[in-house]
């Protein structure tokens, strides 16, 4: 319910623009399919995606010899369903937590303001919720408001974290937070680091040494790379994610504000374009907004 709300206006929009691509149509024909190209770029599906899709469209057109528009939605929603398979397997994909060895480690990357913090408070209530301990770690020091914003978090969930001073070494802070979790026998570790994009070889280094002290202090980590998306900025999204991908290996995706945009499309174009799977999707602003993403339910409730 929550998630056919947050996606409304991605969904209303959406059906509008398809409705009119078949108007005066009974058939599926190339003017349907140019129709459709245009509806599913101006919804953010991006370029390589939409032509992924129409081409597999066109593939069943030319099999089935005639296809009624009356079929166009059910079949879109099977092809996108199918795309989002590919890189979104099972149903439910939330990080399951393995009580194999503790700490769980998340490292959280994405620029700033797309969310990072919000969604970070959101997960650390989910863990808690289910009876985990969880403690976070304020590895953005480049600014002062990124450390209050965490800590803001920290105490509406009732979470510890561990912070030091704006400027400290994000590697210091890294080390000193899993130390902490490996202390008090901690399930989940959330660490956020900074978002600058504009210096690129700066951030991949590091985001290269928080990972190489993460190591140091707990083998394996981090477990999940979890780059934070804002779904409200469409392409942008799209750059944002080749340029961190660049910079470190990504293991997952967070969409957040797919609330009040109608750039939803985004979701299914990211997942596809980097083979990264979207986890989680952020459609509100409330500790309860972040939502496990479900791919069939994510396409249902475009076209229900
Ligand atoms: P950060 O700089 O990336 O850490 O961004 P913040 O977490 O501070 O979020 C920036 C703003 O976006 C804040 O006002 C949040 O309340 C808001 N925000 C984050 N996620 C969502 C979401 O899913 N939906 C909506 N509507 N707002 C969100």
Redesign the pocket.
Known sequence: ETLDKGLEKTKTNFLSKLSKAVVGKSKVDDDVLDNLEEVLVSSDVGVNTTLKIIDRIEARVSKDKYLGVDELNAILREEIAGLLSETNSGSETEFTVPLVRKPYVIMVV?V????????IGKLAYQFKKQGLKVVLGAADTFRAA?ID?LQVWADRVDVPIVKQSMGSDPASVAFDTLSSALKQNADVVIIDTA?RLHNKVNLMNELTKVKRVMQKVVEGTPDEVLL?LDGSTGQNAFEQAKQFTKATEVTSLAV?????TAKGGVVIGISDQFQIPVKYI????GMD?LQVFNKIEFVDSFFS
């Open positions: 994405g700033n303001g797309v969310g990072k913090t919000t969604t990124a914003q978002g934070v957040t504000k797919l609330d009040g952020g459609v509100g602003e907004d």
